[in-house]
């Protein structure tokens, strides 16, 4: 079992480039999360995707595209990468169940990207 | 949206010594969660909490969730080296779906403890 593995670990990107973020679970969990982490500022939401086929906006989508390509795997594409995406993104996938008071979001490594 | 207000923002401490940090909203959550964050990696469920006023420990921690729902603390004692990371604070709301329950986190700023041997 790896979890939550994303893809790449570490990306320079030039202002006006695009890359894709892959991210992938292998714990058969509906939900699953794309969050950014700047310092002072602790994780913040882009894009959730309840259930494969569904997604939607969280707290700071601007700037962001996402896929749910199927239940395992849930990219991030930034189309035109600007300084101020500079971050370390993290993917997340949880399990959402009515029988449960909580649900615990399971986080990958993590892909630090510079934008120059 | 919500705000999750954390402090300290960054606590150095030595080894043995304990240490307390909180979080205050300005709106209520179902439940409150503290995340770990070790260098290089992603946050790691360290304790949750569900009814307010519960007091809940897992050896070394004891995290506390508001009677009011709009806070939570927690406490670390007898500080060790590998406690060194970041630790946020998470509240969380749900809400339904297709008769399923869903729950999005709103995370406080984190507190970055370093701990001196």
């Known amino acids: 079992n790896a979890g939550v593995t994303q893809t790449p670990k570490f990306q320079v990107l030039k202002t006006g480039q695009s890359m894709t973020l892959q991210c992938a679970q292998d714990m058969n969990h509906n939900s699953m999360y794309w969050y950014r982490q700047d310092p002072g500022m602790g994780l913040r939401l882009i894009y959730y995707?309840?259930?494969?086929?569904?997604?939607d906006k969280g707290e700071v989508p601007n700037g962001y595209n996402v896929s749910r390509l199927n239940k395992r795997e849930f990219s991030l594409r930034l189309e035109s990468a600007a300084p101020s995406q500079t971050s370390v993104y993290f993917c997340a996938s949880s399990e959402e169940s009515p029988w449960r008071a909580y649900n615990e979001q399971f986080f990958g490594p993590g892909t630090r990207l510079t934008v120059l | 949206g919500q705000q999750l207000n954390q402090s300290p923002q960054s606590m150095f401490i030595q080894e043995g010594e304990d240490v307390s940090m909180n979080c205050t909203s300005s709106s209520i959550f179902n439940t409150w969660l503290w995340y770990k964050q070790d260098p290089g990696e992603g946050p790691v469920l360290l304790i949750a909490l569900y009814k307010a006023g519960e007091l809940t420990s897992n050896g070394r921690l004891t995290a506390q969730f508001g009677i009011t729902r709009k806070d939570s603390f927690l406490n670390i004692s007898a500080s060790i080296p590998s406690d060194v990371g970041i630790y946020f604070c998470?509240?969380?709301?749900?809400?339904?779906?297709?008769?399923?329950?869903?729950?999005?986190?709103?995370f406080g700023q984190g507190t970055i403890l370093t701990v001196h041997p």
């Open positions: 995707s309840a259930s494969e086929g569904t997604t």
């Open positions: 998470a509240g969380q709301l749900f809400f339904n779906a297709g008769g399923t329950s869903y729950g999005k986190l709103t």
